[in-house]
């Protein structure tokens, strides 16, 4: 548990994650880079959203900070526990992904539920913590989908139009 709870900090980790997001956006095809490309605004939202402004809001402390029977398996960490940041951001991710990539779907959360519950396993968030997590993120990433489907449905035919217009303009005079 603490290896995957510090997933994120794994040299291996950043290298497979960099080489799939690398993949959707060169040869995932519409779907993918819409993937790749919605995974970046989705993390910084989800993310500042944690830690800058729930966090703050609510103020809880870890555990590991309160508790004096914590079994602690890696650094407390100085942040506040309220949502639990890994929680947010792995389900935001899983939840995008499986919108787009439905079959996965339970791959998707069993990931982002087994690195939420190692943040409880190895002593530096409560279950609440990891839950309210699970709640934010998957808000979160709702949020930016519509958002994107909002905007593409309103200028795709506008950009259609756009490209349809320059085929003429080009065709009569040239």
């Known amino acids: 548990m603490p290896f995957l709870t510090d997933l994120n900090k794994q040299k291996i980790a950043q290298i497979i994650v960099l080489l799939v997001w690398l993949t959707l956006l060169l040869k995932g095809g ?59 951001n792995n389900f935001a991710a899983a939840t995008l992904f499986s919108y ?17 519950y190692s943040r409880v396993y190895v002593g530096v968030h409560y279950p609440f913590d990891v839950a309210g997590g699970a709640v934010i993120g998957a808000l979160c990433a709702i949020t930016v ?8 449905h309103q200028m795709a035919p506008r950009c259609k139009a756009l490209v349809a217009k320059a085929k003429r303009i080009k065709k009569n005079h040239g």
């Open 30 to 88: 519409e779907r993918g880079r819409t993937v790749a490309l919605l995974l970046i605004p989705l993390i910084l939202f989800s993310d500042q959203l944690s830690s800058h402004v729930i966090k703050p809001l609510v103020g809880r402390l870890r555990p590991c900070h309160v508790l004096s029977d914590v079994r602690l398996l890696v650094p407390c960490g100085s942040g506040l526990s309220f949502p639990s940041s890994h929680a947010v």
């Open 100 to 116: 787009y990539y439905k079959r996965w779907w339970w791959t998707f959360f069993t990931f982002a539920s087994t690195v939420a």
């Open 145 to 152: 989908i519509a958002l994107w489907e909002f905007v593409h």
